[in-house]
């Protein structure tokens, strides 16, 4: 059973920089694709950004250009370095993982996910 376990969420104000990380353990073979997501109470969740496992990737419209999503196959970790972050930033980012789609920001596409990390962002 794969479990993803994300860490580095937090506080910080508008302009600066958050790197959060999301460990995957339990799988057997590599997920074809990874993502972070984020969710707001009252709101869908929403696709920020997607890798798959040769490197491809893809992001939101909102976070394209400020947010990169890496990962080090090695330690079977996932990375997602936010930079100049904006109050509308501030949500539950989900770590999550599939072995069937591939550069997807589709929620529905992902069978595992992570309990979440909470990143807020202030004016």
């Known amino acids: 059973q794969v479990q993803l376990v994300e860490s580095g969420g937090g506080s910080v104000q508008a302009g600066g920089s958050l790197r959060l990380s999301c460990s995957v353990f339990g799988y057997t073979y590599n997920p074809s694709c990874m993502a972070w997501f984020r969710q707001d109470p009252g709101k869908e969740r929403e696709g920020v950004a997607a890798?798959?496992?040769?490197?491809?990737?893809k992001y939101g419209d909102s976070v394209q250009g400020r947010f990169t999503i890496s990962q080090d196959i090695s330690t079977n970790t996932l990375y997602l370095q936010m930079n100049s972050l904006k109050p509308e930033d501030t949500a539950l980012y989900y770590c999550a993982a599939t072995y069937g789609a591939r550069e997807s920001l589709h929620a529905s596409d992902y069978k595992y996910w992570g309990q979440g990390t909470q990143v807020t962002v202030s004016s």
């Open positions: 890798i798959t496992y040769d490197g491809r990737t």
